[in-house]
Structure formats: structure tokens, C-alpha cells
């Protein structure tokens, strides 16, 4: 079997284009930079240039393929619509989307909202969809980096709240087995790792891991959202990453599932875990 893979070059994407070749299929990856797509994934993969917003590429892309892995930057309806449109004309009806949690939690968060316009768009168009909806990935973990480096520091304003972090690896497994598999169109599934854990927690696993101290520096939502702005983050979305961290910290998204074991049959990796095989990124 052949799969288009969108986002290619992140961090689910890739694991995912990996995890597709490594089970014997072909996999055509839809990238904007073919130079930065070589460095990154395997000689096997086709790469197929393009974005979302180009039509005549997406046509072409999916021309061929068995099933679309589609996933995006941010939740824009249109582009959802030029998926589904090249995908009827191409007559592929297997699509795979990257949807969130945010989307399953009431009251829905802004940028959970945004995400399910996005997916209603591929809910009206009949074609075999099925929504993976991650809790926190792991390797967000990674925006911390550069207080970590400079200050030995994390400044975080979701505590207490607790989130169930996910390794992009697991997501892809997920991924790959409801690709390939039939009996999964029209169902959702909520995917996370094996615990609910706080920042504060993630933070000294990270510590332990990487052997050295890591100060955790509680802030509010508001505070938060005043650096952003200070940084220059338009105001839409620094309101809607607030949005989302009064909701972590009053502990909406510690939710549980199983899921992944479900669906692919093994657990799915601990924040710990990811922190090991992620060790030098943090160099």
C-alpha cells in the first residue's frame, strides 16, 4: 500500500513515514523543502513538493495513494477542503487527520474550537475519516530548551494542572495501524502516554534524565500571555495559548485512555522514556 503524508518533516510525521516503510509500504511525503526532507527522512521515501495551499500539488500528490495522512500547522478549514477535494478526485477515500483532545473538552477551548471547524469541514464530506486526538506531545517538552540552556530554568503557568504527554512515536504507531487497517473510518480516539503528570513532574524527570538542575518557576496564564505579547506573538494567538493554560491548570486534560494499547497493542512510552531517547536535543 501507498500513503501521502502530510507535515512529513515533524515530529509525528516523520516517526510516521519511518514507522510506514519500516511495515514494507510505500510512502510519498509531502514536503515545502525537499533539501531539509533528505536530510530528515529515510532514501526510501518519495517526496512530492508542495503545501497545503496548492491545489495543482496536493492533486498531484494524491494521485496514486491508498490513504492520506493529513495533519497541519494550524487549523485552516480551506485547506481541509482542498485535501478532501483532491482526495474525491484522485478517488481516495481513507483519510487519517490529526485532530486534538482540545476538540473533546466542554467548554471547548479557542484552539480546540478552531480545530473542530477544521474537522467538520472533513465531517461533511464523506470520505473515510478518523480523528486521532492527542493529549500534550512529549517533545513540547523541547520548547523549554532555551531557558533550560540559558537559565537553567523552566517558567511554566499550568501548575497544578495535570496532562497526559504523548510520544510522537506512539502517535505514529496509532497512525500507521489505523492507515493500514480497515474498521477505523469514522471513529475518534483520544491518544496519550501512560500517565497524568503535572509540568512540575515532567520538569525533574527532565532534570534526572539530562543530570543536571532545572528550576521550576510557577506563572500565570496572564504573565505568560504578557511575555508573549512582549515578544511579538499576535495577540489572537497569545489569547488562545492562554485560553488553553487556564484550562491545563485547573486540570482539564488529565485524561487517561487506552487507546494506543488498544489500537496497536503495546503501551504506550512514558514522558521518561521520551526524555531518554531525546537526550542530546536538549544539548
Known amino acids: 500500500m501507498k500513503f501521502l503524508i502530510t507535515g512529513a518533516t515533524g515530529n509525528v510525521g516523520g516517526e510516521l513515514v519511518t514507522e510506514l516503510l519500516d511495515a514494507g509500504h510505500q510512502v510519498r511525503a509531502y514536503v515545502r523543502n525537499p533539501e531539509k ?11 512530492a513538493i508542495g503545501d497545503l495551499d496548492d491545489t495543482a500539488a496536493l492533486t498531484s500528490a494524491v494521485d496514486g495513494v491508498d490513504g ?3 495533519m497541519q500547522t494550524h487549523p485552516v478549514p480551506a485547506q481541509a477542503q482542498y485535501i ?3 482526495a474525491k478526485a484522485a478517488g481516495v477515500s481513507r483519510v487519517v487527520v490529526l485532530s486534538s483532545i482540545g476538540t473533546a473538552i466542554h467548554p471547548m477551548p479557542i484552539i480546540g ?9 472533513l465531517r461533511a464530506s464523506d470520505l473515510d475519516i478518523t480523528y486521532l486526538k ?13 531557558t533550560i540552556t540559558a537559565e537553567g530554568k ?3 503557568p499550568t501548575e497544578p494542572g495535570l496532562t497526559s504527554p504523548i510520544d510522537p512515536y506512539d502517535l505514529a504507531r496509532v497512525a500507521a495501524a489505523v492507515l493500514t487497517q480497515p474498521g477505523h473510518e469514522g471513529n475518534s480516539y483520544i491518544l496519550n502516554g501512560p500517565a497524568a503528570l503535572s509540568a512540575r513532574e515532567q520538569v525533574e524527570t527532565l532534570a534526572d534524565v539530562l543530570g543536571r538542575e532545572i528550576e521550576f518557576v510557577p506563572v500565570t496564564p496572564e504573565q505568560y500571555f504578557e511575555v508573549n505579547i512582549s515578544r511579538g506573538t499576535p495577540e489572537p494567538q497569545a489569547l488562545a495559548l492562554k ?3 487556564e484550562l491545563f491548570r485547573v486540570g482539564r486534560s488529565g485524561v487517561v485512555t487506552e487507546d494506543v494499547q488498544n489500537l496497536t ?14 537526550r542530546a536535543d536538549f544539548d
Do not use: C, M
Open 243 to 245: 485560553d488553553l493554560q
Open 113 to 121: 474550537a478552531a480545530i473542530s471547524a477544521r474537522d467538520d469541514v
Open 68 to 70: 492520506i495522512f493529513f
Open 37 to 47: 526532507a533528505r536530510q530528515l527522512l529515510p532514501e526510501a521515501a518519495e517526496l
Open 154 to 156: 523552566v517558567y511554566d
Open 134 to 146: 492527542p493529549n500534550t506531545l512529549a517533545s513540547n517538552a523541547l520548547w523549554w530548551k532555551g
Open 84 to 86: 478532501v477535494d483532491a
Open 265 to 278: 497493542g503495546v503501551a504506550p512510552r512514558t514522558f521518561r522514556q521520551w526524555a531518554e531517547q531525546h
